[in-house]
Structures are given as C-alpha cells and as structure tokens.
C-alpha cells in the first residue's frame, strides 16, 4: 500500500478508462471533488464516468457534469482504474464496491484521519478539512489548469465541508485555495445562495419537521432529531436532502452533541456532530463508522430507537468520563 502524491500522480498518469467513486449519500464534498477531477481526466484524454450508489442532492449548485454520475449498475466492465473519492471505508462504497474492486488498479484519495487505506495507492490526509484541497493537488500536479468550471465544484466542496470555512478543522490552506478559485472566476456570491440561503419548499417542511422532533438527551447536552420514512415522504424530500440538519440541533445553547436518525434500506444512518473540545468520529469509529473529530457518521444495522439507545449510551460515557454529565435522563 503507498500514500503519497507522487505515487498517485504516476498510476493516475497510466489509466485510459477511469471510474470515479463517489461515496453513498453523496454529499458536497464527495461531489465537488468527483466533478472536478472528471473534467482534468477528460482534458488529458482519458475515459471517465462518475458511479455512484446514490445520486447528489438537490441543494448543491448546478455544477459542470452533475449529470454524468451514474448508478453502479450501469458501469461499464472495464475500467482499468477504480478511484473512490472522499470514501472514508470502503463499506461507503455500497453498491459501487464491485466496479472498484473488479478494477485492475484500485485507488484512494480522500481526507478522512480514518481511512484505513484500502486502495493500492492511496492519497490521504487526514489533517485537510476537505477532499477537494486534495483533488486540487492532484489537478495541479497532472499539470492542468483549474478553470472556472472546476473551481465551481471545488469551493462547493470546500464550502460544504467546512460549514463555509467555520468548522474548528477548517485550514489556512482552504482559505488560500478559496482566494485562487476566486481568482479564476469563481462567483461565491452564486454557490452560497444556493448553498445556504435558498431552499425548496420541501426542504422547509423537512426543516419545520426537524425542529419539532428535535429532543435533548443526557441533561440537555445531546440533541437528538429521529426522521422516519413517513417524515420524509410528508415532505416530499428524500434521505439526500437531510445534509445539514443535525446541525440545528447543535445550535442550541447546551448542547455539545448532536445526533441526525435517518432511514436506510439496510438499517439508520447517523449523523454526529459535536462541539470542541468533545469529539464523535471516536464514537462513530465504535460502531463500524467515522469520520471528522466534530463531524461523523455511521449507518447502524438496527432500529432507529436501538441505533440512536446505542449513541446515546457512548455519549454518555465520554460526557462521565470528561466530568461533564451528571443526568443520564434521556
């Protein structure tokens, strides 16, 4: 197994027909990065289709080649290079797992501190607030130019990866790419309307739904919000348009953890977020997931009320531990 650029770059140099792997619950991130790579791969040439076990939501900005992501079962059989994109496990991969692992060179780029590095060549670094900071270095080191259309995808990612440079991970590095994107013709006026101030009339109805099932937890510490198949359906949304809600539950005063229960086909998804100096991909880790220190997830193979006892109970742990719990009333 290598990690490191130079490795990378030579592989990525050698592939002719490409598929590029976005994660399940594609989000910002995963697509800004997947998008933007697609179009330096197709300037040098190369055969490239985005695969997908799920399809991006409807809050993100029109990026350049949105609709080139396809489902895995409608990739092709020969790719001779399979890269998974800001996939933190392979678990993420879902359906897509067999276009990866049927590749003849398997490879990784990705931010997450716990990816174990299971591609044959992996670029990851766990200390960058985003995988389109490691998409940029990749575009760059393939000696492309990053145009206005890959800097759109770019900044999305960025953006939705770090609160819109808010996050307590967010890196000087970020801030000095967003100025170059700038540069080149980015309108960030343009992506964060979409991005922050705009949202569907469905969207406020999940919202509206969000906040009256928002509950506390462990002394008012933890805020919980369980979204079930009904809640989302009298919205009219589906599971992808849940980016972002756990963290209406952290922005109430108190509370240090929170915890987004969303349906999944084979069990509950949780979205965890915390507030310094308390962390969750720690938790997260403990049940198959991961993630950020302040930002992770994990699906869970149970129901939504055993998956969101399980978290609670871990929470509770690590609140006791840090001498900040004294109410386990849930």
């Known amino acids: 197994m290598m990690n490191n650029l130079g490795d990378w770059l030579c592989q990525a140099r050698k592939a002719k027909r490409m598929a590029l792997i976005a994660h399940v619950s594609p989000d910002g991130d995963t697509v800004g990065a997947t998008l933007a790579l697609r179009l330096a791969f197709l300037s040098l040439g190369k055969e490239v289709d985005i695969v997908c076990d799920g399809v991006p939501g409807k809050s993100l900005p029109p990026l350049e080649g949105m609709e080139a992501f396809i489902p895995p079962d409608q990739a092709r059989d020969d ?178 953890m929170a915890i987004l229960a969303t349906p999944r086909e084979d069990g509950v998804k949780l979205s965890l977020r915390a507030v310094e100096p308390d962390t969750v991909n720690d938790l997260a880790k403990r049940f198959g997931g991961g993630g950020h220190a302040q930002a992770a997830g994990v699906t869970m193979h149970m129901t939504m009320e055993e998956a969101v006892s399980a978290m609670l109970s871990v929470m509770a742990e690590k609140l006791d531990a840090a001498g900040l719990q004294n109410d386990h009333g849930m």
């Open 79 to 256: 790719y001779d290079t399979a890269i998974a994109v800001d996939v933190s496990d392979h678990r993420l991969l879902g359906r897509a797992d067999r276009v990866f692992d049927s590749a003849p060179m398997r490879m990784v780029i990705d931010h997450h501190a716990t990816n174990p590095g299971y591609g044959m060549v992996n670029y990851i670094r766990g200390d960058e607030c985003s995988c389109c900071v490691l998409a940029h270095d990749v575009i760059e080191g393939l000696g492309v130019t990053v145009n206005r259309e890959m800097g759109e995808c770019l900044m999305t990612g960025m953006s939705t990866d770090t609160g819109h440079f808010m996050y307590p991970y967010t890196t000087p590095r970020a801030f000095e790419l967003a100025a170059k994107l700038l540069r080149a013709g980015v309108d960030i006026s343009a992506i964060t309307r979409v991005l922050y101030r705009l949202s569907s009339r469905e969207r406020v109805a999940l919202m509206r739904i969000a906040y009256q099932k928002l509950r506390f937890a462990l002394g008012g510490q933890v805020g919980v919000i369980e979204l079930t198949d009904e809640d989302l359906a009298g919205a009219g949304c589906t599971a992808n348009q849940t980016e972002g809600l756990v963290n209406k539950a952290l922005e109430v005063e108190g509370v240090r």
